[in-house]
């Protein structure tokens, strides 16, 4: 069969590739086109467009390339339309996706269009529902507390597990020492405070300048960054420079760099969860101009008290989230330091162990590859 995927950013690319994978066991026949990144592409997917292409953030980088945008838009709808896809599979990236499954029930009419990994309507944007119930045939859920809301309000979903188990459980290089992993990438012999400043251009240039002034002080710990996919070395290497830090910069290594790290700091996103099944004691920040007062109108519109999934999952505050006008030097600075001590180093991985119970076990892609096959034979 041919399956059409989209994915917009580099979690996404993460997960679909799980997904490709567990669709090409069960479909020796399958072929893959769509948009995403280079883990989809190893997979076996063409790509119409590459993520790096596609990820834009904020008002005014999306108004500024919107000719980029509007054209990626097209690509994509000839592209489906060419390949004539048994099914469209889309993950996360409602902006861009939606709009895309309204066309596909529009022009290719009989073609099913599933949603692997949710919109996050539970937080904003709400209004999206009625769009989902229109044209997706079927939504996979990776968060447990989804089946409920979407129930509540009409529309039945799937829980098929988080794909981080997937990607975390099953990483390679899990017992590998920590003499052997500085030694691999040229660091040096002593611990580590791991940087996580998200995967885009805007995330990395307003989050990473605070994470390392906020780091730099504290004495006996490196400081070492994990290298976003397709993110240009030179803007790290500027950033570092500017900020006076000490830091490294390790490119395809993340899971390996959680694993030897005693505290991360983590912009908010896949990767707070991701840090958390591996073990790794963090706390989560995010960057939005304005501070308290933009904070404040968000509040408005935002349905959630918190914004890091290991929280949301947990339903409790089990890492501590600066964000907006909390996310400053002088407070991350405080809650690494605090994380680093013993305490705070038990407390944090015994919590961990609850999420891990909660977010379940490995073979998510394997269990949406399943219902997503026996879906389109029974269409």
């Known amino acids: 069969m041919k399956y059409y995927i989209i994915a ?27 948009l995403g990144g280079d883990m989809m592409h190893n997979e076996g997917c063409t790509l119409v467009k590459h993520y790096r292409d596609m990820a834009y ?28 896809p048994d099914i469209v599979i889309l993950v996360d990236y409602p902006s861009f996706n939606l709009q895309i499954a309204e066309f596909v029930k ?8 599933h949603y692997y990994i949710a919109p996050k309507l539970w937080a904003w944007k709400e209004y999206r529902l009625k769009n989902i119930k229109k044209y ?46 500085v030694t691999s990438q040229y660091l040096d012999n002593k611990p580590i405070i791991a940087l996580l400043a998200g995967s885009r251009v805007q995330e990395i240039k307003s989050s990473l300048p605070k994470m390392l002034e906020a780091t730099k002080k504290i004495d006996g710990y490196q400081l070492v960054i994990a290298g976003a996919p397709s993110i240009d070395e030179t803007l790290y290497d500027k950033i570092i ?21 005693k505290a991360a700091v983590v912009c ?58 909390d996310f ?24 961990y162990e609850e999420l891990r119970k909660i977010v379940g076990d490995a073979g998510v892609g394997d269990r949406a590859a399943k219902k997503i096959i026996e879906a389109i034979g029974n269409k």
């Not at 669709?23 to 399958?30: C, F, H, I, T, Y």
């Not at 529009?106 to 099913?112: A, F, Q, R, Y």
């Not at 309000?153 to 052997?180: I, L, M």
């Not at 933009?294 to 949301?312: A, M, T």
Request: aromatic share 8%.
């Open 8 to 34: 917009g950013e580099a979690s996404g690319d993460l997960h679909a590739s799980g997904l490709l994978k567990a669709l090409k066991r069960r479909d020796v026949e399958a072929e893959f086109m769509g």
């Open 57 to 84: 953030m904020g008002f005014i980088a999306v108004i500024t390339h919107l000719g980029k945008i509007l054209q990626n838009m097209k690509d994509c709808k000839n592209a489906i339309v060419e390949f004539k």
């Open 106 to 113: 529009k022009n290719l009419p009989g073609t099913p269009v």
């Open 136 to 181: 997706v045939d079927r939504v996979y859920s990776i968060l447990p507390f989804e089946v409920e809301w979407f129930g509540k309000r009409g529309y039945t979903v799937d829980y098929v597990g988080n794909p981080c188990a997937d990607a975390v459980y099953n990483r390679p290089d899990q017992d590998e020492t920590f003499d052997s992993f």
């Open 241 to 261: 420079a500017e900020s006076g830090a000490n830091a490294m910069v390790v490119h395809d290594a993340t899971y390996r760099l959680l694993t030897q790290a």
């Open 268 to 325: 908010s996103g896949t990767a707070t969860l991701e840090t958390a099944l591996v073990g790794t004691p963090q706390t989560v920040v995010y960057h939005i101009g304005g501070g308290k007062l933009v904070h404040d109108i968000l509040r408005l519109f935002i349905h959630v008290d918190q914004v890091s999934l290991v929280n949301l999952i947990a339903d409790r505050k089990m890492v501590k989230e600066l964000i907006i006008e």
């Open 328 to 351: 400053t030097p002088e407070k991350v600075e405080a809650e690494v330091r605090r994380l680093l001590t013993d305490d705070a180093q038990v407390q944090m991985k015994a919590d």
